[in-house]
Structures are given as C-alpha cells and as structure tokens.
C-alpha cells in the first residue's frame, strides 16, 4: 500500500494540537496506521528508523482511551498490550509514552510487567490492570497460563508488536503467535499492530501478524552514512578481540556527542570496555551494558544515557532493537555485523530521527572480516535485506502452549486445535499430529507414560483438558519460555564479618564471608573452570573469586594482568547466507578489490598466484603438507555452524578411507582437517557428495553430544524437564543427565517419538546447520575446484592460526599441533 497522506483523516484536535506544539507534523504513515487502527484492522508498519513507529502504534489507543467509557464487564481492563522482544526496550516505551499522555492530560495508566517486575506488583497488575500494558513474550506466556486468563484479557482492543521482525522467525516467535491466537479467540474485537524497520518478506511476516493485516509502507527515510576503519595497524590475520584498533576507536569515540560501541557476545563486551577504560587518557564517562548484568546496573547505565550524561556505551544486542537514545551520533560495530538487517537495526540507533543519516562505523578485526563489512556496507546501500523467513511452528513450543492452556482455564480438544491452526506457523497442522502432541503433554508419549511423572494434564468428565495437580501447574509457571539459557550462578561481592568464637574473653576470632550486592549473573560451567583466588572480568571490573555458596559466586574487586573472560553459550551470530554469498562474489572479482585495504589486496593477489581464487558458485579445497602433517582446507563460507557438521562428517569418511585423521577445526569462512596420510590424491567430488547427509550423517547423529544437546532443549522447552521447582533448581549437569536418559531410552524404545523429531528438525537449522550445508554441497557438485600444495596458501593461514580447538572422538592427537608461531605460518603462506 502506498504511503498516501489520508485527505478524510485528521487526529482530534487536542492531539493536532500537540504535535504542533513540539514543531511537529503527523506524518502520512503515523496517519494512515491510526485510522487503520480505529477501524478496528489490524497492520503492518514498516517504516525507517526514526519514523515515529511507536507512536503511530499507539495513536489509536491514545485517542480512543482519553474518551474511554467503563468496559463491558463493568471493571477495570487492559485496552492495550504492547509486546517487546526486549526488556529494556519496554522500559523505554514506556517512558517515552508517557510525555504525550502527561502532556495531554489524558489520564491514563501506564504499567510494564517484565521478568524484573516485583512479584507485588504483578499481583496488583492482575487485580488492577492498567490501561496499556508494556510486555514481553514470555509474560504472556504466563498470563495464558493463569486463571482467568480469558476473562482478563476479554476486554483487550489492540496488541503492539514491536521489532516484530526479530522475534517472529524464532521459537520465541512461535509461543507468541500461539499467544496471540488466545488473544483473539478471547476478544473477537482486538486489532494486532506490528512495528518493523527492517523486513525481509513484508507479506509472510503479516501474515505472521494476523491472517487480514494490511502493510503500511512508510515513505522517505535517509541512507545510513556507514565507514569502514581501515586502520593504521596491521590488520590480524584471525581473532575476534578489535585490540589492535582501539586507540582510533577510542578517537572516534572523543569526537562523537556520545557512542554506541555494539559487540557480537558478552564476552567481547567484557574485553572492549576494558580495553576502552585502558586508552581513557581524559577520563570520558564509558559505561558497560548487556544481559548479564544486574538489572540495577542496566538501569542505571540506561537513565545515563537518557539525560545525556555518557559519551560512550560498549553494549550487546541488548541495546540494538528499537531504543531512541536520541543524543546518539555515532553506532561503532566492532567485528563484522554477520547480517544486513541486523547491521541496519544497530545503525539506527546514532540520530534516531527519521530525517537525518544515521552515522556508523564497522571495525573489522580480522581479514576476512574486512570482506564481511564491505558486503554489508555494500547491502545496506542498496537497501538489500536478509534475515529469516517465517518457517513452521516448533513441536516442542507447540507442547509448552498446551500446557499453558491446560494450566489457565482448561480445553476442549477440537477447539483448540481450530484456535493454534489460527497461528500462522502452525495453520498446517494435522489433525494426527495435534493429537500426538496433547497425548505426549499427558502422558510423554508411548514409551515413558509408565512414568508417573510425565503425566501432566488430565481429561475430566465434561471433555476439558486441565493440568493433573496444581503443582504441575506451578512447575509449568516457574519454566515459560522458549530461550534455553545455561545454568547461571548470581555473582555478589563477598562482605566479611568477624566473628568470636571461644569462652568469652578468650579474643579468638573467625573471618566470616556473607552475599553482598549483586552484581549480575555468570554461566555456571565458566565459573567451574576457575578455584578461589582466580581472576576474571565481569561487570567492567577485574574480580577475584572467594567462594561460592549455593547459587552465588563471592567476589572482590581485584588487579591482574591476565584475568579470564567469561564464555557464553549461543553468544555467537551465524554468518547469514546473504552476507556469505556477497562475500564469495567479491572474492571473485577483482574489480571489487579496489575498495579493499592494501595488505587485503595483497593477501587476494598472492593467494591467487599460489594457489586460485573461485568463481562464487565453486568450492576451493586446499591440500598441502606442514610440519609432519597433512591438511585439508576448504572455503564453504557457510558460517561456523555448518562447517563444524561437515568438519565431523568428513573425518568420518577419512577414517574409513585409511587417512588417520586427527581433528579440525572450524571458522566463519572455512574448514581445516589434519591427519597423519596425505590427502592430496583423494577423488575430492566423491569426498565432499552431498550423499555424506545421508547414512554418514544419520550414523553421527546417533552419537552426537550435539545431538543430545539439542533435545535437552527441546525437552526443557515442551515441559518433559523442568529446570526449576517450587523451592529448588536442577544444576545444569542434573539436567543434561536426565535428558540424555530419556535421549537413550527414546531412541532405543520409540526411535520416531514427537520431541525425538522436533530435536531432528532443530538440528537441521540450529547447532548443526544441515540446510545450510545440504544447500552448499548440492550448489558445490561438479564445481569443485582442488589444489593440492607444496604450502599453506595465504587464505588458509586464518582457519590454520585456530587449530587445536576441536579434536575427533577417539583418535589419538593429544600431542601439542601446530606449535609454530603465527609469523612462520605467515612467512610461507605469503613468500
């Protein structure tokens, strides 16, 4: 639909009024999406950053609540519910709304309800619910699963989905949908709204949305001013830290009214600030943000930063979806963004006004990665998005549903199954399978429903469906959510008390340690790898671990020269297809190669002298001898993921082939395998056939760690393992030991039991990229192009300076590899 400004529509006047009083106009979209809105239709807004979505989301709701009369039930109601992939992003509507409201005077209540709200006051939210509620995803998962759930929510006129795009292609976009199925069963009159800056397929993702949403194209918007830092430095050959370039960083930093420095993990962030603090020669007010960090210190930094009183903030992907920081002028992405959408939703964070370029800087922090940003510099500028699509719903989610339903007011089989086919990514569902999932709920399918503990729902007499017991119940409400995070212990200073111990007057004394403030939360399998007395970085500080006690880590503040860095889990963003093949493009043709940095240029001209550079649509494979051993690299750029799967594919097949091999390892852009034969004289089209995903692939999966590790997520997110009780909480070793119990006896005793598939199809786009790889060795067939080498070629010294990080199961390569330092590897790949 085109964004026309609506002749027949004009906000009322006291609304009119203030927008002209800020110096403001409605624009045509904000406009066209209010009078959608108050027809009572539900849309899609995609407009640019700073283009007034949330306000245009809420413009409908503001108007009809200033004139609201008492609700059909004769008690108070929620009108509105706006649903935030984000926490912080809640918060930040939410202040952010309530200027037009107080501003207007139009008196009405606005509330969050987040996993940081007191448990108090969600109480009081339940008795006393406010006008417009400010959500997230797993809260309403909670909600459904409460008594009364229908009643509260019968009087509901508009749900908000903001960011819709990051969440709608995950499992947390399939609770959701499933959520907004029981909202509309429940109140027939609800319209739904979706916010979106970056969209990939506008129609799937309406659709998504409701099944008769309209898509409402804001016009306008400026192109994002993005730079690449070539640095003065010489650029590292692997390695993710951005050391070398700190100190222009940090230059950049001083020159900016104030800075967003994103990182790809928690880990990096940690590094980054402090990094930063060590170059911070004038003492510029630098902060840390990201999800690990106790919710006061988050808060803390975010109203810093809302008051103008921070010149930098090294952040996550905490900080990258929606928030208007509106003193922001410049977004540092430190390392390559992995994907266009997510680099253009980071870049709108620097002048969040819809009518001025956003200005951003990407610092590579190592070759490839120079690759990596041109090719999102490059889509950004041409307005070219990925991202993924809307795929069917996950089983496991599925189940999770069911139990919510059956923990709220109940079910009827058939209507239910009428209300989740309302969900778009399960509108395909059969019958036979709904059937099968509800079953597996109650008993946990055919081969442990003689477990009494795997029943949790029962069918009574008149045909409803409700939870067995209601601590089956609470177990449920303690366990929502389709985010599998790993076992995290909370990290507190120490606080030490003296106390006397003896007859009195004997003086003897004992230090005694107690939790002090908390300072956030840690991965517990990191903390297991440290003993008291070691250091590491948390919070922006060097700490020094005391103890722990229970579920909390003491510390105290510390100095070192080499503390540890925290790892942790799912961190990590896979390359994106788009941005892979944009690389594998540029490689291949060197009229792009202009744009790149000298040393980068070098490295391609080399390379292509010593050994060849590919067309796009071929797969280069390197074999070369090196200090007693053989290696085989190849260059899929398929993301870590996908290689590690064909990296343990492959040396199944070298080992049958005789070929010894010993391990490899994996990065972002390329394979390397070691072993003690040569592997030069190997038929390459009939190693890498596509055929490897077939008995090969079945064959690993019934061994694979990985394996049982994705159904350890799939059994916790449907409910069969439950982490937390009422009043304890399995450690993540209790977890992974039930599972994998469970794992063993479905496999030997009911091998095509639900949760045993949807773990299957997990694995095929999650920890184990199958698709990714099928697509690659199916493109790759008969276009493979294999140089057998005297040496290391120079595109191969990346992947070679990571060696040692993976091992193959049972082989015998404990002995140190590759002990030659990066300058000989880099002295033969390029003389």
Partial sequence: MADTLPLDFALPQRFDDWFGGRGWRPRAHQLELTETALAGESALLIAPTGGGKTLAGFLASLIELADRPISNSGRPSVHTLYISPLKALAVDVARNLEDPVSEMGLGIRIETRTGDTPAHRRQRQRANPPDILLTTPEQLALFIASDHAAEFFSDLKCVIIDEIHAVAPQKRGDLLSLGLA??????PACRFIGLSATVKEPEALARWLAPDARIIHAAGGMDADVNILVSRERIPWSGHSGRFAVPEVYEA???????????????QAEMMFQELWRANEDALPIA???GSLAKEQRRKVEAA???GELKAVVCTSTLDLGIDWGDVDLVIQMGAPKGAA???QRIGRANHRMDEASQAMLVPTNRFEVLE???AEAAVKAGEMDGEGIRPGAIDVLAQHVMGRACGDGFRLDDLYEEVRRAAPYADLDWETWERVVDFVATGGYALKTYDRFHRVVRRPDGQWVARTARDAQQHRMNVGAIVEANKLTVRKA???????????????????????KLGEIEEYFLQTLTPGDTFLFAGEILRLVTVQENDALVVSAKSDKPAIPYYAGGKFPLSTFLADRVRHMIHDPAQWKHLPAQVREWFEIQKAKSSIPPPDHL?????????????????????????????LLTRRLERAGRKPLGFVASEYALAVWSMEAMGNLDMAELFAPDMLGDDLDAWLNESILMKRTFRNCALVSGLIARRFPGQEKTGRQVTFSTDLIYDVLRSHEPDHLLLQAAQADAATGLLDIRRLSDALVRAEGKIDHNDLPKISPFAVPVMLEIGKESVAGASANEAILAEAEDSLIQDAMA
Wanted: glycine share 8%; aromatic share 8%.
């Fill in 182 to 187: 029981s909202l509309a069963a429940w109140a």
């Fill in 288 to 290: 840390l943000h990201h």
């Fill in 253 to 267: 930093i001083k020159a900016a009214k104030m800075a967003l420095v994103f990182v790809n993990t928690r880990s």
């Fill in 495 to 517: 606080q030490f008390l003296k106390k006397k111990t003896g007859k009195a007057g004997s003086g003897g004394e004992t230090q005694a340690i107690r939790a002090g403030r």
């Fill in 373 to 375: 940003c041109r090719a």
């Fill in 342 to 344: 997510r680099l253009v």
């Fill in 305 to 307: 930063m809302a008051r």
């Fill in 620 to 648: 280069l494979i390197e074999t070369f001898p090196r200090a007693d051993r053989h290696y085989l690299v190849c260059y899929p750029f398929e993301g870590r993921l996908a290689h590690q799967t064909l990296g343990m």
